[in-house]
């Protein structure tokens, strides 16, 4: 039995059944009856023994409250019924005492403190009229028993507050927890992405340099057979290697963040002081790359942005502009953001008059960059330029002042 869901209606178990609460409550009035036998036995001067009635009046009043937890008012009325016929025949007023102050405590721990108010205030009411009608020393004695009433109405409203404060830290804890939850699988939702993001980014540009590498060995190879330039060939294919190991390289470091535990580090992003390098690649697949940086600082998460945004860029440079390339690249800082353009002067594949194709494919690479520019809160616009070739500008806010 749970005496703690019996004595604080409401608190406890929520999985209490309605005949579980029925055979406790029915348990607590039996033992309500015993006590009041027993006080009826035991004690005198304060009302004269049961006779037959008495009993069955004393017993009927025990009935209701096995219903207590599940009608508090009809279980109070029937209480009522029983009680008023017992008191005004004058037997012993002690006896129903303990299902009385049960019945009432009942009331005011599962009820509004409105319907406590005034129903106790009723009981006291009628019980004070009654009893000083009767003569001062009945009116003293009415007084002195009023304490406990008024003392059990606010002990069952102390336990329904304390009810509703338990309810809501539970409450409160479970929707912490589900914010956690949500919290964590955002987070793990944002981690996916990021490393498809820098996967797509990486892949790209490596195997797009490998490609142009590779048909730059090949074309070598078929160029003059008899006249092979070995030189070329060899730095063709030192090229691809190193692109390759670099790749590696940064395809190790991404991947090892899904293999990483929660508390361990994800490594340093890749920032502006790699774009030499991102520049070099380009001109190995035959680019011409002018980089010009400025003395600029920047968190470490828009240096990552800009460094994946110059490499998409470069990316769809090589990989678009056709042979002769020359592409431009500048990144400096005004007020608190930074500034990125890259510009090559690229021409398109040439394509049948019945099926022109535009400057760049539609595809991931020009989405990832605006995601990129976007997740520190910056804009990128991309387009054909007028005088011909290919520009990316993009916008990405510092919060440094320069």
């Known amino acids: ?93 002690t006896a129903p005492m303990v299902v009385s102050m049960t019945a009432l405590y009942t009331i005011a721990a599962t009820g509004r403190p409105l319907r406590t108010l005034f129903l106790g205030a009723g009981v006291l009411g009628i019980m004070l009229g009654v009893k000083f009608g009767e003569g001062m020393t009945e009116g003293t004695e009415a007084l002195r ?41 955002r987070r793990v939702a944002e981690e996916r992405l990021r490393v498809a993001r820098d996967l797509h980014d990486l892949l790209a540009h490596s195997i797009t340099l490998v490609g142009v590498q590779t048909s730059v060995a090949a074309h070598v190879l078929h160029a003059d057979p008899d006249r092979l330039d070995r030189v070329a060939v060899a730095k063709a ?39 030499p390098d991102l520049a070099e690649a380009a001109r190995t697949a035959g680019a011409t790359v002018d980089l010009s940086v400025e003395n600029v600082e920047a968190p470490p998460a828009v240096g990552a942005a800009a460094y994946r945004i110059v490499q998409e ?6 990989r678009h502009g056709g042979p002769g390339l020359t592409v431009r690249v500048g990144i400096r800082s005004r007020g608190d953001a930074l500034h990125l353009r890259v510009a090559d002067d690229g021409t398109p594949p040439a394509t049948s008059s019945s099926s022109p194709e535009p400057d760049r494919p539609a595809g991931f690479g020009l989405l990832g960059m605006r995601e990129r520019a976007r997740s520190v809160g910056g804009t990128l616009d991309a387009g054909p330029r007028a005088q011909g070739g290919f520009e990316v500008a993009a916008v990405l806010p510092t919060g440094v002042a320069q």
């Not at 035991?42 to 009927?60: F, I, K, V």
């Not at 790749?247 to 002081?273: H, K």
């Not at 860029?313 to 090589?318: E, G, Q, Y």
């Open 145 to 185: 028993i009023s304490g406990w009433i008024v003392a059990f109405l606010l002990l069952g409203v102390i336990v329904r507050v304390h009810r509703q404060y338990v309810a809501s830290v539970v409450e409160r804890a479970e929707r912490a927890e589900r914010t956690r939850e949500e919290e964590a699988r």
């Open 313 to 318: 860029a470069l990316t769809n440079a090589v």
């Open 237 to 275: 294919l030192d090229d691809i290697a190193e692109t390759c190991r670099t790749a590696r390289g940064e395809l190790r470091a991404t991947l090892e963040v899904l293999r990483a535990g929660p508390d361990d580090s994800r490594g340093p992003l890749p920032g502006l002081d790699g774009l």
């Open 1 to 93: 039995m749970d005496v703690k869901h019996i004595l604080v209606p409401g608190l406890g178990r929520r999985d209490v059944s309605a005949a579980r609460t029925l055979r406790e409550d029915t348990l607590l009035a039996a033992v309500a009856a015993v006590a009041a036998v027993v006080i009826a036995l035991t004690t005198s001067g304060n009302g004269r023994h049961p006779d037959a009635l008495g009993w069955a009046l004393l017993m009927a009043a025990h009935v209701p409250s096995a219903f207590r937890r599940r009608a508090p008012v009809r279980a109070f009325l029937g209480l009522v019924v029983c009680a008023v016929p017992y008191h005004a025949l004058d037997y012993n007023h």
